[in-house]
């Protein structure tokens, strides 16, 4: 049934479902039209995301994944700088003839995401839109002193790259038609996933973490954007963890592997820019928590302004996807 | 100039100049993926509002216009649960050939609205999209022990209106076309005003003012929301402040004027329920603020559940915009 057939109060009945009740020593419930909330630390941090709900919804995604993959990039965000992510509060924009199972499925899979990230669900509005969005702001917590910025890396920092790469690259540059008969890059792409053990390390090494940025809009395009607002060039020894399916795909060469592992997107690891005197410490602690990683290379001064990135000594041409434009070269 | 002769880089680009700066002891600044806040209170107010952009551009409105209307109405949400607004958030969804010039004439007016308000604007993201949007996400903080439920009114307790009603009510009871030859309709709607010394009040009385709402979607809708979740009837024995030009427009007609006064939007004042022994403390406050009021009846037992509001001991009819369906009668 479309979502023409239900009055409005109806609809909001029905995602009001999935809003959560007040938190410890909080008041204002379900519904209202703000909420308030006891801060758990000493700094909180905010943060908004915003999206077309079809530039999300890949053909093997359902749109209980679309919901999942749009709660897990507010989530990045809040994660990267530090934080613990507490609460989210949605907007959503749809047509009169948006499916109402699917608007269910839609929130079904942010509710799972929100259990997964142990992030509560505040409420929200439901607007009136020809083109389906969705927007998500999100609340987070961090003990940390110095959250770290995009623009602190500093020469002689150590770039350490978090996560897996390469299955959304499949996506980017050899497009959905072709991807959406190779059954590793679904399974990848299907639910991105954003560490929340992060914040851990970044909160009691704030100090010694000079930058950090997730990997939401592709990883080329984070290195480049932590060079270019620092002022350095990160120089390059070696690629981050990247699906063991793309050397076969790529048969072993190491152009198409780089390619695909520089422009992907919603690969949700993070890049830090760790002070050198203490790198062995931040390598002891992310394998403590687990975290997959890898030491990538360092930053060195940049005396050209261009390139930004060198890879194995040589530039790395930097692509990024232009809301505006489409693909275009940056770097 | 069209969005598609630019980047999406220049774009983010002209939008940061209006992202404020880092304030006391925070780190995170413009651009950055999230910012960091320092708590100002023990209790922070959370909100989300999102809009179709056109259906917030009546044709009297300028850009800059419904930038400073959809900043308000986030600040309203935020002042009217008692908490004196602190950042924004924004969220923007455009088609390519948006015109630039008018993007930044719609950051103009945040811009304008946020300097009136006294709130920051702390960042956001850009998407494309066929049917322009906006969504804005807000942080406030108070000192109030029990922010304001919607559903806090108990019998007994007396109800006031602050603000002034009726302007928008000719739009949404006579249509656009009629309204955009009205000049005094068109001058109380080109930009609505939330009033922000209201939160103090708000956070010093919070014991006994049981209940706020503001009247974003019009007053009927709202004395219905707040007598619906509350379960109890309103007893109504007079009307609010409203634009004297309608008694004119309407010939004295008592009924016109109700009308017109119950089902507008974007009329951002307060629906109070008080705590009928603290009833003149609260005028007084009013008075001190210097807030236009009303106390417009009492909260009585409602044995029917139907209807929820009585004016002059009769019935009233509420109407409310439904986004999916138009005009509907709810009450």
Redesign the interface.
């Known amino acids: 049934m479309e ?2 057939g ?4 109806d ?1 909001i009945d029905i995602l009001l479902k999935y809003v959560d009740e007040p938190g410890f020593g909080e ?3 379900k ?9 758990r630390s ?11 709900i079809e ?1 999300v919804k890949l053909p093997w995604r359902t749109y209980s994944d679309v919901g999942w993959s749009i709660v897990t990039s507010v989530v990045s ?2 994660v ?2 530090g ?1 613990i992510p507490y ?1 989210l ?5 749809l047509p ?1 003839e948006f499916s109402v199972n699917e608007l269910i499925e839609l929130y079904n899979g942010m509710s799972e995401a929100c259990r997964f990230y142990n992030v509560r669900l ?10 389906p ?1 969705i ?1 998500i ?1 999100g ?2 917590f ?1 003990s940390a002193a ?2 770290p ?3 602190g890396v500093k020469v002689g920092d150590y770039i350490i790259v978090t996560g897996y790469y390469g299955a959304s690259g499949v996506i980017a540059v050899d497009g959905i038609d072709k991807a959406k008969d190779i059954e590793w890059v679904k399974k990848y792409t299907k639910r991105p996933y954003a560490d929340t053990r992060l914040p851990n390390i970044l909160s009691n090494y704030s100090k010694v973490i000079h930058a950090s ?2 990997v ?1 809009d592709g990883l080329g395009y984070t290195l480049y954007t932590l060079a270019k ?1 620092s002022q350095v060039l990160l120089d390059l020894e070696t690629i981050p963890n990247y699906y063991t399916e793309l050397n076969s795909y790529c048969r072993n060469n190491m152009e198409c592997i780089v390619e695909r592992i520089m422009n992907g997107g919603e690969e949700y690891g993070v890049v830090l820019a760790i002070d050198s005197a203490y790198i062995n410490k931040i390598k002891k602690e992310l394998e403590t928590y687990q975290i997959p990683y890898r030491v990538v290379g360092k930053a060195i001064r940049n005396t050209t302004k261009k390139p930004y990135i060198l890879l194995w000594g040589e530039p790395l041409e930097i692509k ?1 996807w ?4 489409g693909w ?1 070269t ?1 770097g």
């Open positions: 979502l023409a239900y009055s409005e109060e609809i008041r204002l419930g519904g209202d039209d703000a909420r308030d909330i006891i801060p000493q700094r909180i941090i905010f943060s908004i995301d915003g999206y077309s530039s965000d809040i990267s700088k934080g609460a509060m949605v907007s959503i924009g009169r505040y409420g929200g509005d439901t607007n009136l839109s020809r083109d969005w927007s702001a609340i987070g961090t110095y959250p910025k995009r623009d940025m997730d939401s607002s990024r232009d809301q505006f434009r275009t940056i």
